[in-house]
Antibody, heavy 117, light 107 residues
Framework: EVQLVESGGDLVQPGGSLRLSCAASGFTFSDYWMSWARQAPGKGLEWLANINIEGNEEYYVDSVKGRFTISRDNAKNSLFLQMNSLRVEDTAVYYC??????????WGQGTLVTVSS | EIVMTQSPATLSVSPGERATLSCRASQSISSNLAWYQQKPDQAPRLLIYAASTRATGIPARFSGSGSGTEFTLTISSLQSEDFAIYYCQHYNNWPWAFGQGTKVEIK
């Protein structure tokens, strides 16, 4: 069974840092591009970052560029999102997703990040 | 950056009826468009990619059409499990973007 399981979501103060993880199983992780997306409470979806199969190409949306870093460890079937300088507006459910080219056909259940003092 | 606009915001449909959802891109995206379904407290689910190709396991009542800037998702006969929010998303170039979503509710 294809599975993506996120972890690491927590309550953090503004300006703080958090590292999210996404563990993949049931498919060949190293064959897929991976992404992070998020959804603020009651709002729509927003793509944050993409990473290629080898892990040497990264793409970020402007709202997180310079603050967030996507990475992967193919040997451990894992995807990561390092989030620094967190803001209140970063409060959201964070999803990892994987797929080929532009489609993302496998998603995790999401992990909640709350940024509040 | 390409902006995706969906209409209507809410669509009220009776079970068994046809639902037609629209999505417009602010510039041409060829056929680089996907549709996702999201139910409350669940992750998005890929329905359609390349504008008209159903993802694995998606019922035939879901169909997509369009290219360039105008796209449509059609649900031919709504089932109870189809009431959800639907998002279109382009992947023509980075940054990718979702539309704001269309909520399909029971009439």
């Amino acid at each position: 069974e294809v599975q993506l399981v996120e972890s690491g979501g927590d309550l953090v103060q503004p300006g703080g840092s958090l590292r999210l993880s996404c563990a993949a199983s049931g498919f060949t992780f190293s064959d897929y591009w991976m992404s992070w997306a998020r959804q603020a409470p009651g709002k729509g979806l927003e793509w944050l970052a993409n990473i290629n199969i080898e892990g040497n190409e990264e793409y970020y949306v402007d709202s997180v560029k310079g603050r967030f870093t996507i990475s992967r460890d193919n040997a451990k079937n894992s995807l990561f999102l390092q989030m620094n300088s967190l803001r209140v507006e970063d409060t959201a459910v964070y999803y990892c997703a994987g797929g080929s080219y532009g489609r993302r056909d496998r998603w995790g259940q999401g992990t909640l990040v709350t940024v509040s003092s | 950056e390409i902006v995706m606009t969906q209409s209507p915001a809410t669509l009220s449909v009776s079970p068994g009826e046809r639902a037609t959802l629209s999505c417009r891109a602010s510039q041409s995206i060829s056929s680089n468009l996907a549709w996702y379904q999201q139910k409350p407290d669940q992750a998005p689910r890929l329905l359609i990619y390349a504008a008209s190709t159903r993802a694995t396991g998606i019922p035939a009542r879901f169909s997509g059409s369009g290219s360039g800037t105008e796209f449509t998702l059609t649900i031919s006969s709504l089932q109870s499990e189809d009431f959800a929010i639907y998002y279109c998303q382009h992947y023509n170039n980075w940054p990718w973007a979702f539309g704001q979503g269309t909520k399909v509710e029971i009439k």
